[in-house]
């Protein structure tokens, strides 16, 4: 946590560095351009004035010269050079007349050239131009201006020193509230560290209290809605081994004893011992039912991926039925079929059967005597249908939202007479979601039960057909 700290304030502080570098640099460059462009015109265009105005003269003498400045009141320039064609100065304000100038810029403008040069120190802005001045097309001197802006240069110097004072400020204050911010921010972090740690040590009832609106509060909800879920499953997990320990542990307690008295009975006729064996068989088959549903929900749980196929459910129902026949020939039980031609699902062919055998064994199962049991198979715009419609005991509506749960039973002692595990809804509930169909349950009228299950049409290039 430390590191990520050192790094954070590490990004803060170069970024901070970044734009105080150029709070200190633009501002000033900017503002001396500026004046380095507004010396240039007004100086530039000040010795083409001279210029221009000498080149009046027959000839560029002392007197005439100084008579023409003093009428151009040149104010301002700390220093003022006329030179001849020769170089020779003929009027110099900051030395004497009469010598060679050695000034490189009146020498480049003899050449020519109009030259301009500024820069600044701490002190002064230091601008200097030099013009030749031509008379008639022919060069007869050079001019040269010199200036020295000391107020501007200090208010450009008072203006560098405010912003280092402004930066420095700014730089602490940021810095302070980077490590404010830091330490908010981390312990945060290691609360919802601490959390995660806690949820991983199986406390899966504990919650992150989170406040705010931003990313890390949106983290702590996801992180407390994602241990609700694990509770849920957790819950889900033991109750769900805990019934299917009672499941598989009936029968095996019943094999063992009816075997136990078997060994144990010295004198047991055949007859009795034959009861005894079917008894253990039909206690070696529930077992086994409960095994292969308990295979069955595994399955699903795993979400194992399979290649769906054109299924035709009026096929799977005709299937279905013929098992069964004979289960409701014993519970004189009628089974009526409405089986619409065209009712092709995309789904895996057993997963189908199973939905389909386990809602009309449970139709059967739980009817009463002479009752019915009516199976429609039809099609509709975009989706397919079955109804399997009983005259059976019915669903309590307070039980209804609980049925497809593993190992529940509306009437515990009855599904345990009729051999009911309490997983086959569950089993129809998971196959349906697993190929994109949903289930529902209500009443009957005036008696029973009816689920309704749809699935999605496929279209013609799915199926090939």
């Given at each position: 946590?430390?590191?990520?700290?050192?790094?954070?304030?590490?990004?803060?502080?170069?970024v901070?560095?970044?734009?105080?570098?150029i709070?200190?640099?633009y501002?000033?460059?900017?503002?001396r351009?500026l004046?380095f462009?507004?010396?240039?015109?007004?100086i530039?265009?000040?010795?083409?004035?001279?210029?221009?105005?000498?080149?009046?003269?027959?000839?560029?003498?002392?007197?005439?010269?100084?008579?023409?400045?003093?009428?151009?009141?040149?104010?301002?320039?700390?220093?003022?050079?006329?030179?001849?064609?020769?170089?020779t100065?003929?009027?110099?304000?900051?030395?004497?007349?009469?010598?060679?100038?050695?000034?490189?810029?009146?020498?480049?403008?003899?050449g020519?050239?109009?030259?301009?040069?500024?820069?600044?120190?701490?002190?002064a802005?230091s601008?200097?131009?030099?013009v030749?001045?031509?008379?008639?097309?022919?060069?007869i001197?050079?001019?040269?201006?010199c200036?020295?802006?000391?107020?501007?240069?200090?208010?450009?110097y008072?203006?560098?020193?405010?912003?280092m004072?402004?930066?420095?400020i700014?730089?602490?204050?940021?810095?302070?509230?980077?490590?404010?911010?830091?330490?908010?921010?981390?312990?945060r972090?290691?609360?919802?560290v601490?959390s995660?740690?806690?949820?991983?040590?199986?406390?899966?009832?504990h919650?992150?209290?989170?406040?705010?609106s931003?990313?890390?509060?949106?983290l702590?909800?996801?992180?407390?809605?994602?241990?609700?879920?694990?509770e849920?499953t957790?819950?889900?997990r033991?109750?769900?081994?805990?019934?299917?320990?009672?499941?598989?542990?009936?029968?095996?307690?019943?094999?063992r004893?009816?075997?136990?008295?078997?060994?144990?009975?010295g004198s047991?006729d055949?007859e009795?011992?034959?009861e005894?064996?079917?008894?253990?068989?039909h206690?070696?088959?529930?077992?086994?039912?409960?095994?292969?549903?308990?295979?069955?929900?595994?399955?699903?749980?795993?979400d194992?991926?399979?290649?769906?196929?054109?299924?035709?459910?009026?096929?799977v129902?005709?299937?279905a039925?013929?098992v069964?026949n004979?289960?409701?020939?014993?519970?004189?039980?009628?089974?009526r079929?409405?089986?619409?031609?065209?009712?092709?699902?995309?789904a895996?062919?057993?997963?189908?059967?199973?939905?389909?055998f386990?809602?009309?064994?449970?139709a059967?199962k739980?009817?009463?005597?002479?009752?019915?049991v009516?199976?429609?198979?039809?099609?509709?715009?975009?989706?397919?249908?079955?109804?399997?419609?009983?005259?059976?005991?019915?669903?309590?509506?307070e039980?209804?939202l609980n049925?497809?749960?593993?190992?529940?039973?509306?009437?515990?002692?009855r599904?345990r007479?009729?051999g009911?595990?309490?997983?086959?809804?569950?089993?129809?509930?998971?196959?349906?979601?697993a190929?994109?169909?949903?289930?529902?349950v209500?009443q009957?009228?005036?008696?029973?039960s009816?689920f309704?299950?749809?699935?999605?049409?496929?279209?013609?290039?799915?199926?090939?057909?």
């Amino acid at each position: 946590m430390h590191s990520i700290r050192i790094q954070l304030i590490g990004f803060i502080a170069a970024v901070l560095l970044i734009f105080l570098v150029i709070l200190n640099i633009y501002p000033l460059t900017s503002s001396r351009d500026l004046i380095f462009e507004e010396k240039r015109s007004a100086i530039t265009g000040q010795a083409a004035v001279v210029a221009s105005s000498l080149s009046g003269l027959d000839r560029l003498g002392t007197d005439s010269v100084r008579e023409v400045l003093h009428l151009l009141d040149l104010g301002g320039y700390s220093r003022t050079v006329v030179t001849g064609e020769d170089g020779t100065v003929v009027y110099d304000d900051g030395g004497a007349a009469g010598g060679v100038t050695d000034i490189p810029d009146i020498l480049s403008s003899l050449g020519g050239k109009s030259v301009f040069r500024s820069h600044f120190t701490s002190e002064a802005f230091s601008s200097s131009c030099a013009v030749p001045v031509y008379r008639r097309g022919s060069m007869i001197g050079a001019v040269y201006l010199c200036e020295q802006d000391y107020e501007r240069a200090d208010l450009i110097y008072d203006f560098q020193k405010s912003l280092m004072r402004i930066s420095l400020i700014i730089g602490a204050v940021a810095l302070l509230f980077a490590g404010v911010f830091s330490t908010v921010l981390l312990r945060r972090m290691r609360e919802l560290v601490r959390s995660i740690r806690i949820v991983a040590g199986g406390d899966y009832a504990h919650r992150l209290v989170t406040s705010g609106s931003d990313e890390i509060t949106e983290l702590g909800e996801e992180f407390n809605h994602l241990t609700a879920r694990l509770e849920d499953t957790e819950k889900q997990r033991r109750r769900f081994v805990s019934d299917a320990s009672h499941e598989l542990k009936t029968p095996l307690a019943s094999i063992r004893l009816l075997s136990d008295s078997i060994v144990q009975s010295g004198s047991m006729d055949g007859e009795t011992m034959r009861e005894f064996a079917a008894d253990i068989g039909h206690e070696a088959e529930r077992l086994q039912r409960t095994t292969e549903k308990l295979l069955d929900l595994s399955r699903l749980d795993d979400d194992v991926q399979v290649i769906p196929e054109p299924v035709d459910l009026k096929q799977v129902t005709v299937d279905a039925l013929a098992v069964l026949n004979p289960l409701a020939a014993e519970k004189d039980v009628k089974i009526r079929c409405e089986l619409a031609d065209g009712c092709v699902v995309m789904a895996n062919t057993d997963d189908m059967f199973h939905i389909v055998f386990n809602l009309m064994e449970n139709a059967v199962k739980y009817n009463v005597l002479g009752g019915s049991v009516q199976v429609k198979v039809n099609a509709e715009e975009d989706k397919i249908l079955l109804t399997v419609a009983d005259t059976g005991i019915g669903i309590p509506e307070e039980d209804r939202l609980n049925i497809f749960a593993r190992f529940y039973r509306v009437d515990k002692a009855r599904s345990r007479a009729s051999g009911g595990s309490g997983l086959g809804l569950s089993i129809v509930h998971d196959a349906v979601l697993a190929h994109g169909g949903t289930i529902a349950v209500g009443q009957n009228k005036p008696q029973g039960s009816v689920f309704v299950v749809t699935f999605p049409r496929p279209t013609s290039e799915e199926t090939g057909i």
